[in-house]
């Protein structure tokens, strides 16, 4: 079964700080992982990766993907109070592409 | 519009009703796509919908929960006999052509449904 895991499950920050947010996955015939930040209800897409080793950035946020040891992490730099949110991970494969596979997701609490 | 939109934004209902949420995906967008969101989990697959039709219905839980998108844009989710097991927010997602791992969903704010 594909499987998608995500890590801390949350964390704690003060503005200004930079941190790292971690997701692992077990997918058969992976096509991409994707991330998406989720403020109260609805998630909003931040990047998609399918190629490994290229780093995708926006802004202070940046993410990569490590398609032989199977994890991406994304970044934020300089956090700001406004990048408290959940964020989550999800993966898709060949079979069907369309199914986000997603993680628990990390919960990120920046204070001021 | 201009994103994904779901209505009601929150249901109450008593266990043993039916429900329908209603969604708008973003105009143009031939793919509509439904989750299901349980506290402190990600969202789970449901249903895809290409055009009119269901193309993978793997998702739905049990016979209980029923789609359909009859002109190929605006989709209901219905739920029959809704049980307390229900309770979370169901999440819509629409994307230009469907079908590919590359296609990016967008998603909607959500029906939080509450079955007491």
């Known amino acids: 079964e594909d499987k998608v895991v995500q890590s801390p499950l949350s964390l704690v920050v003060h503005e200004g700080d930079t941190v790292t947010l971690n997701c692992s996955y077990e997918?058969?015939?992976?096509?991409?992982l994707l991330w998406y930040k989720q403020e109260k209800k609805a998630p909003t897409f931040l990047f998609m990766l399918?190629?490994?080793?290229i780093e995708k950035k926006s802004g202070r946020l940046s993410s990569i993907l490590d398609k032989k040891e199977l994890f991406s992490i994304l970044n934020i730099t300089a956090t700001q109070t406004g990048d408290s949110a959940v964020y989550l991970c999800?993966?898709?494969?060949?079979?069907?592409?369309?199914?986000?596979?997603f993680g628990k997701g990390t919960s990120l609490l920046v204070t001021p | 519009g201009a994103g994904v939109s779901q209505t009601p934004s929150n249901k109450v209902t008593e266990k043993g009703k039916y429900v329908e949420l209603r969604c708008d995906p973003i105009?143009?967008?031939?793919?509509l796509y439904w989750y299901r969101q349980s506290l402190g989990q990600g969202p789970e697959f449901l249903i895809y919908?290409?055009?009119?039709?269901?193309?993978?219905d793997s998702g739905l839980p049990n016979d209980r929960f029923f789609a359909v998108r009859p002109e190929g844009s605006v989709s209901t989710l219905k739920i029959q006999r809704t049980e307390r097991g229900d309770s979370a927010v169901y999440l819509c997602?629409?994307?230009?052509?469907?079908?590919?791992?590359?296609?990016?969903?967008?998603f909607g704010p959500g029906t939080r449904l509450t079955v007491l």
């Open positions: 919908f290409q055009g009119t039709g269901a193309a993978d």
């Open positions: 105009s143009g967008h031939t793919a």
């Open positions: 999800a993966a898709t494969n060949s079979n069907s592409g369309y199914a986000l596979n």
């Open positions: 997602a629409s994307s230009l052509r469907g079908g590919s791992s590359t296609d990016t969903q967008y």
């Open positions: 399918t190629s490994s080793g």
């Open positions: 997918v058969t015939n992976f096509r991409s």
